[in-house]
């Protein structure tokens, strides 16, 4: 990460506005404590007003004012809005819906990811930009393009056809015979004899082909990330010494894109995140998707390039942030391994699209809560630099992965109520709420640093990832596997002679027939509590019952089973338990596996733990209102006030967040 200690900052647009405003910008920046801003995202039209020609000279002041000021630059290729000439000289680089209907220019990133027009231009700008900047002293890292996909993960052109074509030949080795196997093509005749037989997956008249489908998403995810190694290749011949990074967004509606795929091309993993505004517990969201960006990054801290002050400008009602969230939540990112804090933006637009999106200077000015907000957050976070470089501390995985989210929510499944996103988070949340560390897993990642392993849905896996999962609990681990998991191939294939398929040895059971639930429909559980949306008629073959159905079609049949596979154990959750049976039944299985919290704390006060090179950060934040006291090791230091802790004990206020200093076996 560049700089010293935690990063703070922003996209800053001062194109926006007249240059008198910008020396009130820089100063206000200097106030408020920011190091890093990100510059020029949506600046093509002004550095470049007609093709080949460039006007550098705003550009130029917008630097020397940030450099000094002491003020680092993220500076951007301005690749995700091209301009209105580009498009006036190159129509057939504008994207095609699903549909078949050719979008405009006027927005963002209305392109073909395809068009050799628009990568031709993009790189020419991204050329243009780096060799005027790459020795100037305040750039400290490129941010290429925008949030990839947000808006043109897909287009469905001939030109986006061909692109398909050319990637499926290279994936299946020029083999159509290949291709037709993977797809079953010979299911309602659809043998393809020629390449150029194939097509996107356009509307047609009934459900299409699930592996073309597949495929189709693995395309789209890997043209984009095309698009991004050519411009970064283009800074690094450039610039070789200066990072370059791509703002991920990995949040709750977007799954456009296969990060395990893009991660490891950045040099510093960033992303956007943004809360839902009809979530009544989007700190959870937040915690699930800090700990799956930091395993992205491979364990490295990594920098969060935007979140908001206050409210978004695009969902249905845009909720304002309650007194102290804006607060809690930009410290439960630096929690979950964050380096760097930032916002979108730094001065709120009064014209444009978003000219109701959030600010870190709103259009109120400094005599405004945001700003005052704003400030303190940048006290606290020089108040803990010497977190920066720290790392987690999980002993539990979960198995994250896009293709297995991707075919699961494909049409004609057992059940459309089954979504990928639901079923982990409804076994990530009894975890966060006991204080147990979790790092995101691929189905084929390296399992030794881990106690227990869960799979709460990988409906797809290929060979490989299941028999890592299962060699795991084989050599002593604890692997737990939600239900309609190793259900199919990487090419969409059915595994046949029973579910769970790829995992139904390791598990000790077999299910001969599905059983999902109509909304409404809970089943009892032995033991107490309610299932709900899903059940299979699941039969003994080596495990034991830990749960059975007590209501509804499959009375008596096991519903949770636990086997021992190997010198390890393994567990098949085989329905969707309620809340408390779930967390109770997590519970019973981690306390099983050795695997402790980082700390206990009453309900509604998140811990998570940074370990540095010689201490423990132990952050803790309350987010129930009532404050708490929390046992910390006795020489511990509460980083964000400075105040010794000789009691051996913190106190947390009411919605307040403390972060404590730990001296490694100081408990």
Not at 517 to 541: F, H, Q
Request: charged fraction near 20%; proline fraction near 7%; include cysteine.
């Amino acid at each position: 990460m560049p700089g010293r200690g935690l990063a703070y900052g922003g996209d800053y647009n001062p194109e926006q506005w007249p240059e008198e405003v910008w020396d009130e910008d820089v100063r206000l920046m200097r106030e408020a404590g920011v190091t890093m801003v990100s510059v020029g995202i949506f600046s093509w039209a002004l550095l470049e007003p007609a093709e080949g020609e460039y006007e550098f000279s705003r550009m130029d002041r917008i630097l020397d004012l940030l450099h000094e000021n002491g003020i680092a630059a993220d500076l951007a290729t301005p690749t995700a809005a091209p301009p209105a000439w580009f498009f006036r000289a190159h129509p057939e680089a504008l994207p095609v819906d699903r549909d078949g209907r050719a979008l405009s220019y006027g927005s963002r990133q209305t392109f073909c990811p395809s068009s050799p027009a628009y990568r031709t231009a993009a790189l020419r700008i991204a050329r243009a930009v780096a060799e005027r900047y790459a020795d100037h002293p305040a750039v400290a890292m490129w941010h290429v393009h925008n949030e990839y996909g947000c808006h043109n993960a897909e287009c469905y052109c001939d030109t986006s056809a061909e692109a398909f074509r050319r990637w499926l030949r290279t994936r299946y080795e020029d083999d159509l015979a290949a291709l037709n196997h993977a797809w079953g093509t010979t299911f309602w005749s659809q043998w393809y004899y020629d390449w150029d037989e194939i097509l996107p997956p356009r509307p047609t008249g009934a459900v299409p082909n699930p592996t073309h489908q597949l495929d189709w998403r693995r395309f789209c995810s890997d043209e984009l990330l095309s698009l991004y190694k050519a411009e970064r290749e283009v800074l690094r011949t450039v610039a070789p010494s200066i990072p370059a990074t791509t703002n991920f967004m990995v949040m709750y509606n977007f799954d456009a894109l296969d990060y395990w795929r893009w991660a490891p091309e950045l040099d510093v993993v960033s992303n956007d995140h943004y809360l839902r505004s009809t979530d009544p517990e989007s700190e959870i969201d937040i915690a699930l998707s800090g700990d799956l960006v930091r395993s992205l990054a491979g364990g490295r801290p990594w920098l969060l390039m935007e979140h908001s002050t206050g409210a978004v400008n695009w969902q249905p009602v845009n909720r304002a942030k309650t007194a102290g969230e804006l607060r809690r939540n930009a410290l439960a990112h630096v929690a979950r391994g964050a380096d760097g804090i930032a916002y979108f933006q730094w001065r709120a637009a009064k014209a444009g699209a978003e000219q109701w999106h959030s600010a870190m200077l709103p259009h109120a000015g400094t005599d405004s809560q945001i700003w005052r907000d704003v400030v303190a957050l940048g006290a606290d976070l020089k108040a803990l630099a010497e977190v920066r470089g720290s790392t987690g501390t999980a002993s539990v995985a979960v198995v994250w992965d896009w293709n297995a989210r991707w075919a699961l929510e494909l049409p004609s499944q057992p059940s459309e109520q089954v979504r990928y996103l639901d079923r982990i988070r409804s076994w990530y949340e009894p975890l966060w709420r006991a204080g147990v560390a979790v790092d995101f897993v691929r189905p084929d990642a390296d399992l030794s640093p881990y106690r227990l392993v869960l799979a709460p849905s990988l409906y797809l896996v290929d060979e490989a990832g299941a028999a890592n999962l299962t060699s795991f609990a084989e050599g002593g681990g604890t692997l737990a596997v939600g239900f309609h998991s190793g259900a199919v191939d990487e090419n969409c294939h059915v595994r046949l002679g029973g579910y769970p398929g790829a995992f139904r040895e390791a598990l000790g059971v077999r299910t001969d027939e599905l059983f999902p639930l109509l909304p409404g429909e809970p089943v009892g559980l032995s033991g107490g509590g309610t299932a709900s949306l899903w059940s299979e008629r699941v039969t003994l073959a080596g495990a034991e019952t830990v749960a059975s159905y007590t209501s509804g079609p499959l009375t008596g049949v096991p519903a949770v089973t636990r086997h021992t596979h190997g010198t390890g154990t393994t567990w098949y959750v085989a329905t969707q338990p309620d809340p408390a049976a779930l967390a109770a039944l997590l519970d019973r299985i981690r306390v099983e596996a050795g695997v402790e919290p980082v700390r206990v704390t009453p309900a509604g006060v998140e811990a998570a733990l940074r370990r540095g090179e010689d201490a423990d950060y132990l952050f803790l934040i309350d987010h129930a209102g009532r404050g708490a006291e929390v046992p910390v090791a006795r020489d511990a230091t509460e980083l964000l006030t400075g105040k010794p802790l000789p009691g051996g004990s913190v106190i947390v206020p009411p919605g307040e967040v403390v972060v404590v200093r730990e001296p490694r076996g100081g408990r």
